[in-house]
């Protein structure tokens, strides 16, 4: 079982920017996409972006043209830059990993944008 493990988050002001890194146990070139996904309080897990292992990267609304998905195969990692940081972009953000039926999850990352 691959285990990741997502870092970078924290406060930062609006208009700041983070990036958040999630690191496989494994080579992420097993899985047929690995993604960003994100929780607010009260609210459902919603995908902000996804990496499929073609490359070609998908962004939910909210997360096009302020974030960017990224993966250096060599550090079996997957990046998440977001710029323009909303307070409405405060979430645990979560990495996700898929293969087929089944998905690993990371234990999540705290970003709160808040002045």
């Known amino acids: 079982q691959v285990q990741l493990v997502e870092s970078g988050g924290g406060l930062v002001q609006p208009g700041g920017s983070l990036r958040l890194s999630c690191a496989a146990s494994?080579?992420?070139?097993?899985?047929?996409?690995m993604g960003w996904y994100r929780q607010a309080p009260e609210k459902e897990r919603e995908l902000v972006a996804t990496?499929?292992?073609?490359?070609?990267?998908i962004y939910s609304e909210s997360a096009k043209g302020r974030f960017t998905i990224s993966r250096d195969i060599a550090k079996n990692t997957v990046y998440l830059q977001m710029n323009s940081l909303k307070p409405e972009d405060t979430a645990v953000y979560y990495c996700?990993?898929?293969?087929?039926?089944?998905?690993?999850w990371g234990q999540g990352t705290l970003v709160t944008v808040s002045s």
């Open positions: 990496i499929p292992s073609g490359g070609f990267t």
């Open positions: 996700n990993a898929a293969r087929g039926p089944s998905e690993e």
């Open positions: 494994g080579s992420i070139l097993m899985f047929s996409a």
